[in-house]
């Protein structure tokens, strides 16, 4: 979310004539866009701003930069954001998400532009093949350990039609797959009348034309319908992979988070995921050490972990955030010790997984839409969200580039797997891609593997 809001306020600064800069020293305008949801995110936000206090103070005989204007956006800024004034006096903007107006506005008037037309939603004029798109801001769930409902405000949806058309515009700019994007994108259209769901924005979504994919995070169990289960299956853009938090294994844990199921729920769940979305990638989030989490509580997750076999694991150890209902009525009393230790299984655990689980895909083949180059070689994802990493050599003897370049899809042949990603060929009808499988030649879905 806070990439996506990152991108738009970019764009708005490019049409009022800014140009980008990699360089807070140098630069006329410097924005922080944080994200607090970890306390070691919230450290390094507040260390950045320590660095950028040097750059500019507010004595212009000891800088040489008082006229640059610094922006904070993000989860960071709260309602009230008066102690962080305090804090940081050399901030000249504090924004909630979402909030471009104020920063823009500033930044015109300190440099003598216009920011008119530049002021909201503004859709990025050079985005990634592979974009996201906000469609639900905030959550209504309120888990004991988040900050982000007191921070991001409760669930407000956009409009389909506001949706679909900034899609449309992405579209024509280049990208071909997109994410929607959600604190609890299943709950989405809830607060829209006429009442439509995500089965409704997604149908409308594919229709849109030369999009080639498309996604949608993060999800929670309780709203994960059968009609967008439905969707995902039915729909030939719509990708088979589908992240699904269960945060803890252990359902004495699960009721202190007020995660509203039980393992036994989540678990039903995602076997009805599985059955209805054959060859679906399915991704997790998981917090471990969290207030009063047992040895065997904890065994409970790593018991959900064997029993799923999850393609990728997001986990983080438990970090108290100051206006959350656990850290008003919680301990955090696991020692820092006890939780490295358990990240330390999780990611054991899971690296056996994944290598179990990516060496079986060897000798597969599979739609990949190529993305970019790094270190010398074309890299791209495939429908179930797998990083590949594509092995031919990227120009011939002439420096010419017969090979696939960012945005196309090919199809790809995969020899070797790591835990982490996947290496792959291009396979004899390489160029045969899946653009006439979703653009109506054919309407089934295309194999997973």
């Known amino acids: 979310m806070n990439a996506s ?73 709260g309602p009230d954001h008066s102690e962080l004034r305090r804090r940081f006096p050399h901030v000249d903007i504090w924004a909630r998400p979402q909030q471009f107006a104020p920063i823009l506005e500033t930044a015109g008037i300190r440099y003598g532009l216009d920011p008119e037309g530049c002021l909201s939603g503004a859709v990025p004029t050079n985005p990634h093949v592979a974009s996201f798109i906000p469609i639900v801001h905030g959550c209504d769930k309120f888990c004991t350990f988040c900050i982000i409902p007191y921070r991001r405000g409760r669930e407000i949806s956009r409009s389909a039609s506001e949706i679909v ?17 959600g604190q609890n994108v299943d709950s989405y259209g809830h607060d829209l009348r006429p009442r439509i769901d995500l089965a409704d924005l997604l149908e409308q979504v594919h229709e849109i034309g030369g999009l080639e994919r498309l996604r949608f995070l993060t999800s929670h169990p309780n709203d994960m319908s059968v009609r967008i289960l439905e969707a995902v299956r039915d729909l030939p853009k719509v990708c088979e992979n589908v992240n699904l938090p269960f945060q803890a294994g252990d359902d004495a844990v699960l009721v202190n988070m007020r995660r509203g199921y039980t393992r036994s729920q989540y678990l039903e769940k995602i076997s009805q995921v599985k059955e209805m979305i054959p060859g679906v990638n399915l991704t997790t989030d998981l917090i471990v050490g969290f207030s009063g989490e047992t040895d065997d509580q904890f065994e409970r ?22 206006g959350t209902f656990a850290s008003r009525k919680m301990p955090d009393d696991v020692d820092r010790g006890v939780k490295k ?108 593997a």
């Not at 579209?171 to 997109?178: S, Y």
């Open 165 to 181: 058309h900034e899609i449309e515009l992405m579209v024509g700019r280049g990208v071909k797959d997109i994410t929607l994007l």
């Open 341 to 448: 230790a358990r990240l330390a299984a999780v990611d054991e655990l899971q690296k056996e997984i994944q290598t179990r689980n990516n060496a079986s895909l060897v000798g597969n083949t599979y739609h990949v839409l190529v993305e970019g180059r790094k270190r010398g070689r074309l890299q791209g994802r495939n429908r179930g969200d797998k990083l590949i990493y594509l092995n031919n050599p990227i120009t011939d003897e002439s420096g010419m580039s017969p090979y696939p370049q960012p945005g196309q899809t090919v199809l790809v042949e995969i020899t070797s797997s790591s835990p982490w990603s996947l290496e792959a060929k291009l396979a004899p009808a390489g160029y045969s891609n899946e653009v006439n499988h979703v653009n109506g030649v054919n309407r089934e879905k295309v194999p997973v």
């Open 5 to 77: 809001d990152s991108e738009r306020l970019s764009s708005g600064f490019e049409q009022m004539g800014f140009d980008s800069s990699d360089d807070p020293i140098t630069a006329d305008v410097v924005v922080l866009n944080t994200c607090v949801v970890r306390q070691s995110a919230e450290d390094t936000a507040t260390g950045m701003l320590g660095r950028l206090a040097k750059i500019k103070r507010r004595d212009p005989g000891r800088s040489s930069r008082p006229e640059q204007v610094i922006a904070v956006m993000g989860c960071m800024v």
């Open 301 to 322: 997750s790593l018991d959900v972990l064997r029993t799923v076999e999850f393609d990728k694991v997001h986990v983080a150890a438990y970090s108290n955030r100051e």
